[in-house]
């Protein structure tokens, strides 16, 4: 390549560099508005779920939250229902000191008042007494009416049981 190619090659090489920054800045920030805001109903979500707190649980989901999980009936129409029916499988399975570790979140998006994200989690139990360890991953969408977020819908994902 002579050295007048080389330098327009340079040249379109660092304009495309600049507008891909430009293009993905919006977007870093997004995903920083999400982390200050939206994250919040979710972090208390799950630590009132590892405190058996269903009160407080259910308060950060909107009263038309669907939750989908591997229990049966597999899809739960408000966070109450879902929680009531957790309890119970537990209860029937012998499952105990149940603690969630929340890891940070793996993707966030907002559009608008509408916002999505994934966050992995490890869950450790006791079943019958034997210690049992879960991975997997929550998924969240959430709604933000009138500077509120809260939860639309959540799925639980597991990965892999130890």
Not at 50 to 55: H, I, L, V
Not at 73 to 87: E, H, I, K, M, Y
Request: glycine share 8%.
């Amino acid at each position: 390549m002579n050295d007048r190619r080389l330098g327009a090659f340079t040249a379109t090489l660092g304009a495309s560099a600049l507008a891909l920054a430009l293009t993905l800045a919006p977007t870093a920030a997004r995903a920083a508005a999400f982390t200050s805001a939206a994250e919040a109903p979710i972090r208390a979500a799950l630590d009132a779920l590892d405190a058996g707190d269903r009160k407080r649980f259910a308060r950060n989901f909107a009263a038309d939250a669907a939750i989908l999980d591997e229990i049966s009936p597999f899809r739960f129409d408000g966070a109450g229902a879902w929680f009531d029916r957790l309890t119970e499988v537990n209860r029937q399975n012998g499952i105990t000191h149940e603690h969630s570790h929340v890891g940070s979140l793996r993707s966030a998006s907002v559009e608008g008042d509408a916002a999505y994200a994934t966050v992995p989690t490890r869950i450790d139990y006791r079943q019958n007494g034997r210690a049992v360890v879960e991975d997997g991953t929550w998924t969240f969408v959430l709604r933000n009416v009138a500077g509120r977020w809260t939860i639309t819908g959540a799925s639980w994902a597991p990965s892999v049981t130890r």
